[in-house]
């Protein structure tokens, strides 16, 4: 059974720092998705990665995959309040169409 | 743009109650989703289908049915409404081989 790990749950940090968030999941995949929830709304896709060493970047925000470490990592640099959200990574098996999502991150950028 | 719409945003029902929830998505999608959404759970899949009147169970497919008559439509059906059915209801579609999701606005959904 694929098992999606995010860590941390919730991060709290100030406006104009950097931070990291990590989605480790158990079973090969060379594809993830991140995507973005704000209160109490619905998910809007942030990153589409395809392939090992996939790198994409979006203002503030770079995500990487490395297939054989099975790990994703979303980077936040020098946060904007207009950040905070909750993030989502979700693995790709393939085949199934099916995508298994992390616990998400709750993300809160403080003035 | 790709457009998936849901047919409430906010719902409240009696316990026994039948209820359909209804998703369109305008982007000539092959797979659809239901999801639902709580607090410390994630999101958890509920029912898929990958082509019309096609569905595959998901994680908790337990007292919920759906049905995909066409091809832009899927709807999630909770045949006798419980409490512990009150949640945050997600819908999304995707190509056949290309696995991003998009989804809808959500409905939450509350059972009394």
């Known amino acids: 059974e694929l098992k999606v790990e995010q860590n941390p749950l919730f991060l709290s940090m100030q406006e104009g720092k950097n931070y990291t968030i990590y989605c480790n999941y158990s079973t090969t995949s060379d594809r993830l998705y991140w995507y973005r929830q704000d209160p109490g709304k619905s998910l809007e896709s942030l990153f589409v990665?395809?392939?090992?060493?996939a790198v994409k970047q979006e203002g503030r925000l770079m995500a990487s995959l490395d297939t054989k470490a099975r790990l994703s990592t979303l980077h936040i640099t020098a946060a904007v309040h207009d950040l905070s959200a909750t993030y989502f990574c979700a693995v790709d098996l393939g085949g199934a169409s099916k995508l298994t999502f992390g616990t998400g991150t709750r993300l809160q950028v403080t003035l | 743009d790709v457009k998936v719409t849901q047919s409430s945003r906010y719902l409240v029902k009696r316990t026994g109650e039948k209820v359909f929830l209804e998703c369109v998505q305008d982007m000539d999608h092959e797979n659809m989703f239901w999801y639902r959404q709580d607090p410390g759970l994630g999101l958890r899949l509920i029912y898929f289908?990958?082509?019309?009147?096609?569905?595959e169970k998901g994680d908790i497919p337990e007292g919920y049915s759906v049905s995909r008559e066409k091809k832009e439509r899927f709807s999630l059906i909770l045949e006798s409404a419980s409490t512990n059915q009150t949640s945050m209801y997600l819908c999304?579609?995707?190509?056949?081989?290309?696995?991003?999701?998009?989804f809808g606005p959500g409905t939450r959904l509350t059972v009394l």
């Open positions: 999304a579609s995707s190509w056949q081989g290309y696995n991003e999701q998009f």
């Open positions: 289908s990958y082509d019309v009147k096609m569905k």
């Open positions: 990665l395809l392939s090992n060493g």
